[in-house]
């Protein structure tokens, strides 16, 4: 299991980013996957799902009506479409499939003016 994320940098408050996590090494449309974050000094933390045909996705309350998850299956990708961004959304971000352990190098994004 291999999972490449990428598409963070550096925006000011109120901006977008669109993160991609590229997944290879199993049948990744079969499988539910999430974003998770970890900020300074902070515990990972859940913010979205998505399920293996992408219909059906849940978001963590900090982040609702902001972010946007989803998954292109015949490319092994799956995105997260970020807007209207805060200073405290400044996290690593993570991509991971709902059975197996493994994480990806994660995606820096900071929000800062």
């Known amino acids: 299991v291999q999972l490449v994320e990428s598409g963070g940098g550096l925006v000011q408050p109120g901006g977008s980013l669109r993160l991609s996590c590229v997944a290879s090494g199993f049948t990744f449309s079969r499988y539910g996957m999430s974003w998770y974050r970890q900020a300074p000094g902070k515990e990972r933390e859940l913010v979205a799902n998505i399920n293996s045909a992408g219909g059906s996705t849940n978001y963590a309350d900090f982040v609702k009506g902001r972010f946007t998850i989803s998954r292109d299956n015949a490319k092994n990708t799956m995105y997260l479409q970020m807007n209207n961004l805060k200073p405290e959304d400044t996290a690593v971000y993570y991509c991971?499939?709902?059975?197996?352990?493994?994480w990806g190098q994660g995606t820096q994004v900071t929000v800062s003016s």
């Open positions: 991971k499939a709902w059975a197996f352990g493994s």
